[in-house]
Nanobody
Framework: QVQLVESGGGSVQTGGSLRLSCTTN?????????LGWFRQTPGKERQKIAH????????SYADSVKGRFTITQDNGKSTLFLQMNNLKPEDTAMYFC?????????????????WGQGTQVTVLS
């Protein structure tokens, strides 16, 4: 079973950058179809902002982060990253990484089945 642990959150000024990491313990490319980054603010549903397909590496982004955020995997495939540039106050949220190990049809949805605990990102205005 894949276990996910996020790190790299914190506080940053508007226009700044952060890089989130997600260590994927127990990861196997044979049982994971996609990896994603999600975010959630209080009282709102968790939303997917980026995902990367496994294997192949094709990526998809929400319009709100397109051109500012980049999702990547390291060459060993054990760590997932989210590079966040030109951060805005509306990017403030709890950020989660997630894996989908059941079927590819969930990759373009918010319904992934393995989740990390999250890391807080706060963008100061």
């Amino acid at each position: 079973q894949v276990q996910l642990v996020e790190s790299g959150g914190g506080s940053v000024q508007t226009g700044g950058s952060l890089r989130l990491s997600c260590t994927t313990n127990g990861y196997s490319g044979f049982n994971t179809y996609c990896l994603g980054w999600f975010r959630q603010t209080p009282g709102k549903e968790r939303q997917k902002i980026a995902h990367i397909s496994v294997p192949g590496g094709s990526t998809s982004y929400a319009d709100s982060v397109k051109g500012r955020f980049t999702i990547t995997q390291d060459n060993g495939k054990s760590t997932l990253f989210l590079q966040m540039n030109n951060l805005k106050p509306e990017d403030t949220a709890m950020y989660f990484c997630a894996a989908e190990t059941r079927t590819t049809r969930y990759c373009y949805t918010n319904d992934y089945n393995v989740w990390g605990q999250g890391t807080q990102v706060t963008v100061l205005s």
